[in-house]
């Protein structure tokens, strides 16, 4: 490859990149502004906010590096809030991607996973098989589209519809991780990679970026 050929694969590279990177958190400097947010009983469909606080930026122990953790604050269900980097418009999200650990505290406290709220609507995420996180790193991932997984409204609502993900992602205001796994106030709960993913752009925008560095490289060489 000639230096003449070098530019124009770069630039193919670079064009075939998707151009909607992907939300993420991995904690590497600091908490990224996410904080904790307590709702009052997530099993009892009850979503007051009780509290508000700042998560622990701890550091080392991560998967790998730092990472945020929380310990149960009061007697409600308490979740990780995502920031505003995470929120607005976001029909393009396709999938979130986090991962938990769990080193003080047994799990016996099963409700909601993930709440997505925005236009007014309220999706509830509830793993089945249940997740049982532990004092290592546990991997989890959904997809943000219709699934026996997801209710709408309530924990005992209806089954969300692909209109209810594009309506609540249209001008999405909350995103909470849910960190309660224990019964009683006693529990510590760490976070680290969190991914919102968004959809790549589609392949005719790569054979466009070829094309483009094709005809650089062409008139270069005239
Ligand atoms: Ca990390
Ligand atoms: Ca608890």
Do not use: C
């Not at 550091?59 to 995470?86: H, K, M, R, W």
């Amino acid at each position: 490859m000639n230096n003449n050929q070098i530019l124009p694969v770069a630039i193919a590279l670079l064009i075939s990149q998707p151009v909607h990177a992907s939300v993420s958190s991995s904690f590497d400097v600091n908490s990224e502004n996410w904080q904790i947010v307590s709702f009052a009983d997530f099993s009892q469909n009850n979503y007051s906010i009780i509290g508000q606080y700042q998560p622990s930026y701890v550091s080392g122990g991560g998967n790998p590096g730092n990472y945020l953790a929380a310990s149960d604050p009061d007697s409600g269900d308490f979740t990780f809030s995502a920031p505003a980097a995470f929120l607005g418009p976001q029909t393009d999200a396709t999938g979130l991607s986090y991962d938990l650990t769990y080193r003080n505290g047994d799990v016996n406290w099963q409700t909601t996973d993930v709440m997505l709220v925005g236009n007014g609507q309220r999706l509830l995420w509830k793993r089945d098989p249940n997740i049982v996180p532990n004092s290592g790193w546990t991997h989890i991932s959904l997809s943000l589209a219709p699934s026996s997984e997801w209710r709408l409204g309530t924990t005992d609502g209806a089954l969300a519809r692909q209109s209810d993900f594009h309506n609540v992602l249209s001008d999405l205001s909350g995103l909470y991780i849910h960190g309660e796994f224990t019964s009683g106030i006693m529990e510590t709960a760490g976070l680290d990679n969190v991914v919102l993913q968004t959809v790549p752009l589609p392949g005719a925008f790569w054979l466009f970026g070829v094309g483009v560095a094709g005809f650089w490289s062409f008139t270069r060489r005239v």
